[in-house]
């Protein structure tokens, strides 16, 4: 058999068969070309091994993304900011101020250490099971080394693995957010894994 009739028959199983084995032959293609060249080839251009991360808690939680009123949320957050020196104005120039939903994903580039500021997102290895997603809040330099201390917005207070944030453990910087809740079509599969207090979409705290 040539090689235009073996292309024919692969391009009728994968894209056209109407049948059920054409259909999951057709997930499964899509699913290796996603894991094995597109995922690969997207990490080496962004510089990063998880160039499209989910948010997968409602630490960054604004009330309603689009709809949301910056105002309003301030005004709740206002004095955690403060103690921190953060004001409005500087707090309205950082990159999403509208903050995220769980379940969006989000794209991201590589994250130099000396490129990072005060109110980027960034994407950090907290020695858990998946990395976390926080707003930088503070940066210091020693030792010719940065080190980061990250919030979430809807957050109350610091966790205690974000506190101090050597370089070495960035992942990548958030840049824009690509598709809200499309990520739940993973999260779905782990959300009964999760404490019933962290299960489900997003409220107010």
């Not at 290796?32 to 991360?53: C, E, Q, W």
């Not at 301030?74 to 409005?88: F, P």
């Not at 980027?120 to 809040?137: E, G, M, Y």
């Amino acid at each position: 058999m040539n090689i235009k009739k073996l292309w024919k028959k692969f391009w009728f199983i994968v894209w056209e068969d109407p049948s059920l084995k054409g259909w999951l032959i057709s997930i499964l293609f899509l699913f290796v070309m996603i894991k094995l060249v597109f995922l690969p080839m997207l990490s080496l251009v962004t510089g990063t091994p998880l160039p499209l991360a989910i948010v997968e808690s409602c630490s960054m939680y604004h009330k309603a993304d689009l709809f949301s009123d910056f105002d309003s949320w301030w005004q709740k957050h206002e004095t955690k900011y403060t103690s921190l020196e953060i004001t409005k104005s500087e707090f309205e120039n950082y990159a999403f101020t509208r903050g995220f939903n769980k379940g969006d994903i989000l794209f991201m580039m590589k994250a130099p250490p000396e490129k990072i500021k005060i109110g980027d997102v960034i994407l950090f290895d907290a020695n858990q099971k998946n990395p976390v997603i926080h707003r930088v809040i503070n940066i210091k330099h020693e030792d010719e080394k940065y080190i980061f201390s990250t919030l979430g917005d809807n957050n109350n207070g610091q966790l205690s693995i974000e506190k101090e944030i050597s370089e070495d453990k960035l992942v990548g910087k958030a840049v824009f957010k690509i598709v809200l809740f499309a990520g739940w079509g993973k999260l779905i599969f782990f959300e009964n894994s999760r404490p019933a207090s962290e299960r489900g979409l997003c409220g107010e705290n």
